[in-house]
């Protein structure tokens, strides 16, 4: 019901500038989120797609459509993957 809104723009008010803590509209963070996947965070999508959790996640999922997401710039399906490997790492780690 905004609470959460609020309480962030209560407690960032002297940080946000006043045009962006008012507004009422929601960010466009789609952009954003996908290029800095894509460019800044190549080595993350390098290890999930031909480096060590690749070994993880191909008994479930294709490396080949990862790779092929990658070429199109599909972060979504990229972030999936991803979230499927830290996950494994996770359980790996406690076993």
């Given amino acids: 019901d905004g609470w959460t809104r609020y309480i962030l723009r209560r407690a960032l008010r002297d940080k946000l500038p006043s045009r962006v803590r ?15 996947l894509l460019e800044m965070n190549t080595g993350a999508v390098d290890r999930l797609i031909s480096g060590e959790d690749a070994e993880r996640v191909a ?20 972030w999936a993957g991803l979230q499927l490997a830290t996950w494994l790492r996770q359980v790996e780690e406690m076993s």
């Fill in 22 to 36: 008012r507004r009422t509209s929601k960010g466009r963070l789609r952009a954003n989120f996908a290029r800095n």
């Fill in 59 to 78: 008994p479930y999922v294709s490396l080949d459509v990862l790779a092929e997401a990658q070429g199109r710039g599909d972060a979504e399906m990229l």
